[in-house]
């Protein structure tokens, strides 16, 4: 009884300690991928439950993802297509415009950010997060550094020409300034 009542304590507070997380990317690299996931990570990835991206989005299973357009030669060079009897595969620029709600959100030993996706009859399609971010090649609802400054501008040219008051433009640049680097 009491080794019953000792592996019950163990597994309670293991499950509640080493629970998945919601990961930001601006502070992820504070903690380890085994506290991020609450598993060592070997090989492989590990899920979390929900991540922040660089562009301020909260990624997570059930939410839609959009492509962009395709960065490399006819071919999407962050995403991989996968089946149970391939290897994974560039995605081809035929993807452009299409979503999908995600199926997984995964942490890699180095710090990788995968998103999984169901597409086309039963393939899996891989995502890495931030590079497809970076290149353009998902279309984020958030802003980029580039996207934020270039907004940032237009409210500025807005508060010059009287279209908008000093305070509208304040609260725009507050909103916007957590995205330029």
């Not at 035929?94 to 997984?104: D, L, R």
């Amino acid at each position: 009884m009491k080794r019953l009542l000792s592996f019950l304590v163990i597994s309670f507070i293991s499950v509640f300690c080493f629970a998945q997380m919601d990961v930001d990317y601006s502070t992820m690299k504070n903690y380890s991928v085994e506290q991020l996931t609450g598993a060592k990570v070997r090989i492989g990835t590990k899920p979390v439950l929900s991540y922040t991206a660089s562009d301020g989005v909260k990624y997570e299973v059930g939410k839609t993802i959009t492509f962009g357009h395709a960065a490399g030669n006819g071919v999407f060079t962050s995403a991989s297509c996968f089946t149970a009897l391939t290897y994974p595969t560039p995605i081809s620029s035929n993807y452009y415009g299409q979503s999908f709600p995600i199926v997984s959100v995964e942490i890699g030993k180095n710090y990788d950010v995968w998103i999984l996706i169901n597409a086309f009859g039963g393939s899996k399609i891989q995502v890495n997060l931030e590079q497809a971010l970076s290149l353009g090649e998902i279309q984020s609802e958030g802003y980029t550094s580039d996207k934020a400054l270039e907004e940032l501008t237009k409210w500025k040219q807005k508060l010059d020409l009287g279209l908008i008051t000093e305070e509208e433009y304040n609260n725009k640049k507050a909103e916007l300034s957590k995205y330029i680097k």
